[in-house]
């Protein structure tokens, strides 16, 4: 177990000095089968979703880690400051999280859980953004570090009250992360610590997918383009995929669940107080949440008879998860919390599973 994202320091502390990591990259295993994705030959489906990999220096490590579709955390069309830090803590949490738990209560863990696998962290950015003349260039420089059989996906998102209509600062996000060289495209509609609405897009399915609309003019027909999600209930996460479709090649999920995280005095366990009370639980007691997410999602699929990616995200901790979650009819699949402390996630999964053994739900 290490500590690759250091959670006791601030992301520009992790942006300006991270990753942190020690030892040796083993050669990958012989590839016998490539994944496909869209039009791209992929070495493996596993990737790291948007959030760890702060910039092109991170995405170059997780990709000699072998994670092959790497998401350049969420950018913005301006400079988005962070919330302070500490913006991630671990969580006592020992039940696996259902829609009922949205909202509920959660305290902290004083001490790091021994095995990477057990983490349950709750974390709290608040989706902040380099300037667009610091992202623009390093997805360049991203996409220069992968290796073939890799392919990176930008995560982008619109922010209010920049001068245009939130629409349309979504469309010009992805327009902006196209110009940069992104291959793929990822609308993040999904986070429960930013308090100004675009964080909740997922759960509307009319707003949503005028946003998607706008984000497939501005990028055209031929870049591929998936939206992240947050956790719903099958019939609405129905409505939201059959509104979506029609602009969008994927769908992403789960993002973080929220709930109100205490210290054990019952005060707020991130700083500066009750307005950053609720904050969004991942890792370990999310699995279920993610598993079920990726199932629904999946038999959605099947009764729209509809061609569409699934990411399944959402509590994968270890190599038989991931496995699990392809099983379960996810295309691709991707941890964020497990593999900030578990750098060799993805090498494990290809010592487990030669890509051509998939079995697949049918
Ligand atoms: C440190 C951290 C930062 C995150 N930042 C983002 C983000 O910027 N955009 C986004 O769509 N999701 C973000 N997420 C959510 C993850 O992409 C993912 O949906 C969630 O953590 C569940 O996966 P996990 O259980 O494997 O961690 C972040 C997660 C973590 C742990």
Same mark, same amino acid.
């Given at each position: 177990?290490?500590?690759?994202?250091? =959670?006791? !320091?601030?992301?520009?502390?992790?942006?300006?000095?991270?990753?942190?990591?020690?030892?040796?990259?083993?050669a990958r295993p012989e590839i016998q089968k490539k994944t496909k994705l869209w039009d791209f030959e992929l070495n493996s489906p596993i990737g790291i979703p948007a959030g760890p990999l702060l910039n092109s220096r991170w995405i170059e490590l997780y990709g000699k880690l072998g994670f092959d579709i790497p998401v350049y955390k969420t950018v913005r069309t301006v400079e988005w400051k962070s919330h302070p830090e500490p913006n991630c803590v671990y969580v006592d949490m020992q039940s696996q999280l259902t829609e009922k738990d949205v909202g509920g209560e959660a305290?902290?863990?004083?001490?790091?859980?021994?095995?990477?696998?057990?983490?349950?962290?709750?974390?709290?950015?608040?989706?902040?953004?380099?300037?667009?003349?610091?992202?623009?260039?390093? =997805?360049? !420089?991203?996409?220069?570090?992968?290796?073939?059989?890799?392919?990176?996906?930008?995560?982008?998102m619109g922010t209010p009250d920049v001068g245009r209509e939130l629409p349309d600062d979504y469309g010009r996000c992805a327009k902006m992360a196209v110009e940069a060289g992104a291959k793929i495209i990822e609308a993040n509609y999904s986070c429960p610590n930013v308090c100004t609405g675009e964080g909740m897009l997922f759960r509307d399915a009319e707003t949503s997918s005028q946003i998607s609309k706008k984000i497939r003019e501005a990028i055209g027909p031929?870049?591929?383009f998936l939206i992240k999600m947050g956790l719903l209930p099958p019939d609405k996460l129905e409505e939201v995929v059959r509104t979506n479709l029609p602009y969008v090649d994927g769908f992403a999920g789960i993002n973080t669940v929220a709930m109100n995280v205490r210290k054990p005095d019952g005060s707020p366990a991130l700083p500066p107080g009750k307005e950053r009370l609720r904050t969004g639980l991942c890792g370990h007691a999310i699995h279920s949440a993610g598993s079920h997410f990726t199932q629904n999602l999946f038999h959605i699929k099947k009764k729209l008879g509809a061609d569409f990616v699934i990411c399944g995200v959402g509590g994968m901790m270890t190599a038989e998860d991931l496995h699990g979650r392809l099983q379960n009819g996810a295309d691709i699949v991707m941890s964020a919390t497990v593999a900030m402390w578990d750098p060799f996630l993805a090498q494990k999964f290809h010592e487990l599973i030669n890509p051509s053994s998939y079995t697949r739900m049918q």
């Open positions: 177990m290490q500590e690759i994202y250091k =959670i006791d !320091k601030s992301y520009e502390w992790n942006y300006e000095h991270g990753p942190t990591f020690e030892g040796e990259i083993s305290k902290v863990l004083l001490h790091a859980p021994k095995k990477p696998e057990d983490i349950t962290i709750t974390n709290s950015f608040g989706v902040p953004s380099q300037a667009p003349t610091v992202w623009m260039p390093d =997805i360049g !420089k991203a996409n220069n570090a992968l290796s073939d059989g890799q392919v990176m996906i930008v995560s982008i031929s870049v591929p």
